[in-house]
C-alpha cells in the first residue's frame, strides 16, 4: 500500500539510485588502486631538454583492503535496489489510481508544485479543492495520514 511517506519519497529514492551509481562507479576506480600522473624533468646528459615523464603506482592513501571493498560493493548494490523497489512501487500506484487523481500527485509530490497551480492544471476553483479531492481519495485507500 502506498502513503503520504512513500510518495514524498519517490523524489529521494530516484536521486539516491542515481547517486548510488556514482559511488559504485568511484569505487571501482578505488579498486582499481591505480594512480597515474604527470612529471617533468629533464635529459640528464647535454643537451639539457626538457621532457615530461608518466609515472602509474598505488595510491596508498586511498587504498583499502579489497575484501572491504567488495563488502561496501555489496552494500552499495542492495541500497540501489532498494531504492528502485521504492520508486516502482510508487509508479504501479500511480498506473492503478485514476489519470486525475495520478496528475494531481506527480504536479504537487514530483513536481513541487503550488496547490494553486495544481488545481489550475486540473480544473479546479480553488487550492483546497485539489487538496481534499487528493485527500478523500487517500482516505478511500484505507489510509489514515491526511495530505
Given at each position: ?5 512513500v ?37 640528464p ?14 595510491d ?34 500511480m ?36 487538496r ?5 481519495f487517500?482516505?478511500?485507500?484505507d ?5
Open positions: 500500500m502506498v502513503n503520504r511517506n510518495i514524498a519519497e519517490y523524489e529521494d529514492a530516484c536521486r539516491l539510485v542515481e547517486e548510488t551509481e556514482s559511488d559504485l562507479i568511484s569505487l571501482k576506480k578505488l579498486y582499481e588502486g591505480a594512480a597515474v600522473d604527470v612529471v617533468r624533468g629533464s635529459n646528459n647535454f643537451p639539457y631538454e626538457p621532457r615530461t615523464f608518466r609515472i602509474e603506482g598505488v596508498y592513501a586511498e587504498y583499502k583492503n579489497p575484501t572491504e571493498i567488495h563488502q561496501l560493493e555489496v552494500i552499495l548494490r542492495e541500497r540501489k535496489e532498494l531504492a528502485k523497489e521504492k520508486r516502482m512501487a510508487v509508479e504501479y500506484w498506473n492503478a489510481v485514476p489519470s486525475r487523481i495520478a496528475r494531481i500527485v506527480r504536479m504537487k509530490y514530483f513536481m513541487k508544485k503550488s496547490w494553486s497551480d495544481v488545481a489550475f492544471a486540473v480544473g479546479l476553483n480553488t487550492p483546497e479543492a485539489a481534499m479531492e487528493l485527500t478523500r487517500m482516505k478511500g485507500q489510509i489514515q495520514k491526511e495530505l
